[in-house]
């Protein structure tokens, strides 16, 4: 069974960088085909993808959100984690990290973390 799980801090100051981690249990983030997700959710509004870092190594994020975001990981821990820059009230949100299996369907999540960007 796959577990994924957020961690970060829940408030982030405007003009800050929003780092989260997704550790991931019960399966290697570099097994083949595999790829793993950052979505948010803002209050009131759906989910929004922001990017995902695949079983390869190679990056992919939202057009919208690509100049502030940027996704890593760290295999020798089975890591990955989320960069955010420049963050503003806008980027409150639940954020969840996710898998994607190879028929591109999102089967495991994590319990999802809130942060609130706030002076």
């Known amino acids: 069974q796959v577990q994924l799980q957020e961690s970060g801090p829940g408030l982030v100051k405007p003009s800050q960088t929003l780092s989260l981690t997704c550790t991931v249990s019960?399966?290697?983030?570099?097994?083949?085909?595999?790829?793993w997700s950052w979505i948010r959710q803002p209050p009131g509004k759906g989910l929004e993808w922001m990017g995902a870092?695949?079983?390869?190594?190679?990056?992919y994020y939202s057009p919208s959100l690509k100049s502030r975001t940027s996704i890593s990981r760290d295999t020798s821990k089975n890591q990955f984690t989320l960069q955010l820059s420049s963050v503003t009230p806008e980027d409150t949100a639940v954020y969840y990290c996710a898998r994607v299996d190879r028929h591109d369907e999102y089967d495991y999540w994590g319990q999802g973390t809130q942060v609130t960007v706030s002076s």
């Open positions: 870092i695949a079983y390869s190594g190679s990056t």
């Open positions: 019960g399966g290697s983030i570099t097994t083949n085909y595999y790829y």
